[in-house]
């Protein structure tokens, strides 16, 4: 009899640490939908759709406190070093979500400024930049789900590829706006509108180097080959 309390206690904590669990993938996906809801309003020029997904990005903030006031809760409960660690994980995973969140509505808020300009031929690039970071966010979100320090270094070397599209996508804008004076507005915007792409990509990155940290504690992440020579192009 006297385990029951106990028991109570254990499954409430486990209660509580499922539903941590929960809001983080909830949050993360709403951001990973965000962006995908971002690209397809750069394709379409949708100005409604656009203001519709930059008015989103509230929701995934309130998230964000969500899962902040439910980590208070766990730390309150004393936890064990395993449990730390799942704390401090989920307070810096919420915080990368939550800024991915932000990238996507910025580049949603810069399709509305690319809209006064002619439709572009050269978008094609930023969606193939943004599908890369779709996919590393949701992989990312399984390899939290499922505490899988392989998986979530997977994601993390996936990140390369994407610092050699925006390299890529860098040098080409920079291109067209030195051969057309017309193309440096309508350039400018997509070069903002990669780099906060790139920058969803490294918070992708740094949760799945949070996944590591959950389950492996302080064990040295393997080096990581990072390809974006942007600050080196003349």
Not at 145 to 154: C, H, K, L, Y
Request: aromatic share 4%.
């Amino acid at each position: 009899m006297n385990s029951q309390p106990h028991d109570h206690i254990v499954k409430s904590y486990d209660e509580e640490r499922s539903r941590l669990t929960n809001e983080i993938l909830r949050m993360g996906e709403m951001a990973a939908a965000q962006l995908e809801s971002a690209l397809d309003v750069v394709e379409r020029r949708d100005d409604k759709a656009a203001e519709r997904i930059i008015a989103n990005d509230d929701a995934i903030d309130a998230l964000e406190h969500e899962v902040s006031q439910d980590v208070m809760k766990l730390a309150l409960r004393g936890p064990m070093a395993r449990d730390l660690r799942e704390i401090l994980a989920a307070l810096r995973i919420a915080a990368d979500i939550e800024r991915v969140g932000d990238y996507a509505a910025n580049v949603a808020k810069r399709s509305t400024a690319l809209n006064l300009a002619p439709p572009l031929p050269y978008t094609r690039g930023l969606t193939v930049l943004g599908e890369l970071a779709v996919r590393q966010m949701r992989e990312v979100l399984v390899a939290f789900r499922d505490s899988d320090p392989v998986a979530a270094q997977r994601v993390r070397a996936q990140d390369a590829e994407i610092d050699t599209v925006y390299t890529g996508l860098f040098r080409e804008l920079l291109t067209y706006m030195m051969e057309d004076p017309r193309a440096i507005t309508p350039c400018t915007h997509l070069l903002f509108m990669a780099k906060n792409i790139e920058r969803i990509g490294d918070h992708a990155t740094n949760i799945a180097e949070n996944v590591w940290f959950l389950v492996k504690g302080d064990e040295p992440l393997p080096p990581r080959d990072k390809r974006d020579f942007t600050n080196t192009v003349t």
